[in-house]
């Protein structure tokens, strides 16, 4: 679960590290909103010489930047290699969770009942079912991030 206030937290403290220059190109109210909805009494030190990313920021927070990125700082061109790149890691991403939840163990189950003809498995009927939660897993992640 998304904690916003932790995001906006760390989101406003990037947005001040990277200075006027950044914050000047997304909208004044998304400024303002994430402003408001952040923890006021936390105060966040982040290394501009060091790896954000070995910092402790949050996956939540590096999507709110990548967004930001892509929505408001980058020209035509730098946004479309990125969007390219996003792309090729889903698809990474997708074949090492087709390697981590191979179907070819539901094909196994069937060597495992004592008894065939009790609820036999298609081995075909299971790649269906699970490439369908898979898309629907992806498309909920998918719209996760855009939003």
Known sequence: M???VKTNTEVFEI???LGKEYINKIPVK???YIAYNRNKNSILEYDI???ILEQGISDDS???IAYLNVKYWCNDEEKRKLLEQYKRNDIEYE???EERYNVDVFANRRKLNTR???HPVKQEE???ILRKIKEFICNKIKKFRIE
């Open 2 to 4: 998304i904690d916003i």
């Open 15 to 17: 947005l001040n590290i």
């Open 30 to 32: 998304l400024y303002n």
């Open 49 to 51: 010489n060091e790896n």
């Open 62 to 64: 590096r999507n709110f």
């Open 95 to 97: 074949k090492k969770l």
């Open 116 to 118: 065939e003809d009790i």
């Open 126 to 128: 299971n790649k269906n």
